[in-house]
């Protein structure tokens, strides 16, 4: 008689930190949020959602990742023969439009983060809109409590781009290409300007990507792990397992424990 199934989800196990950290460290840590049961079960099930959005678009941001490096790289080894000819033809980036779902998974991730945060603060957000998430918050907490000046910092320096990159791919409004590959127009002296693949706002993809790849794990993370945090009871907060300690078959980042007040 059948009981039960398991259904293989992804490629990678808990030795993967994003699954680790995502999964059962955060579930290790919910029971002391003092949330209901149906709370509890949403913010899991909140959480594998956002694990399935960032194993998506890490997916495709890696391999793209590493196409812009291995163009770049063969560009600067025929610099010298690129130069000398007539005709240039600039070697190009495949499927450098994949950033677009590399965004597209972007928003989507940040969008499920704040509807965790939602059910931890008891408020209905209605998409990534973190200028409200911390509105909120702020009203809870304080605004110089040290959850607070972390979303602050991370709206003002990343997440904001992210969801202006993805407007406007989503609704155009600049009048210009959303990504141009590399090009190699020549300077009026005769040399040649390598420009990297970018996007309609000037910005280079690489970085970008690079960015906002480790950016939106972290993220994830830390907002769900201290916006549990400020629930817990008093005396208590995350402790944080050095990574030279973290078990590298399961590297969790936070456990909960007895701490000094901040």
């Not at 049961?37 to 890490?58: F, H, I, R, S, W």
């Not at 070697?91 to 597209?104: D, G, I, S």
Request: with cysteine; charged share 25%.
């Amino acid at each position: 008689m059948l009981e039960g199934q398991w259904k293989k989800l992804h490629d990678v196990g808990t030795g993967h930190p994003p699954v680790a950290r995502l999964t059962g460290g955060i579930f290790n840590i919910l029971p002391l949020a003092r949330l209901t049961k149906a709370q509890e079960d949403e913010v899991k099930g909140g959480c594998l959602e956002v694990l399935n959005l960032y194993l998506a678009a890490e997916g495709v941001g890696k391999p793209l990742v590493e196409r812009i490096k291995a163009v770049q790289a063969q560009i600067e080894a025929d610099a010298e023969t690129l130069y000398r000819s007539r005709v240039t033809s600039t070697p190009q980036v495949e499927r450098l439009h994949e950033a677009k779902v590399f965004l597209m998974h972007g928003k989507q991730l940040l969008q499920r983060v704040a509807d965790i945060l939602g059910i931890i603060f008891e408020h209905k957000f209605k998409g990534p809109h973190f200028d409200k998430v911390i509105s909120v918050v702020t009203a809870q907490v304080g605004p110089g409590h040290h959850y607070t000046k972390m979303l602050q910092v991370d709206h003002d320096t990343w997440i904001k781009g992210l969801i202006e990159l993805r407007n406007e791919d989503e609704h155009p409004k600049s009048g210009k290409p959303f990504l141009e590959n590399f090009d190699l127009p020549r300077l009026p002296d005769g040399r040649l300007n390598l420009l990297p693949p970018r996007f309609f706002s000037g910005e280079t993809v690489l970085p970008v990507l690079e960015t906002y790849m480790q950016n939106l794990f972290t993220f994830a993370e830390e907002a769900i792990a201290h916006g549990l945090e400020t629930r817990f009871p008093a005396g208590y907060g995350l402790l944080e397992i050095p990574e030279p300690k973290r078990n590298p078959a399961n590297p969790i980042r936070y456990m909960a424990g007895a701490v000094k007040p901040y």
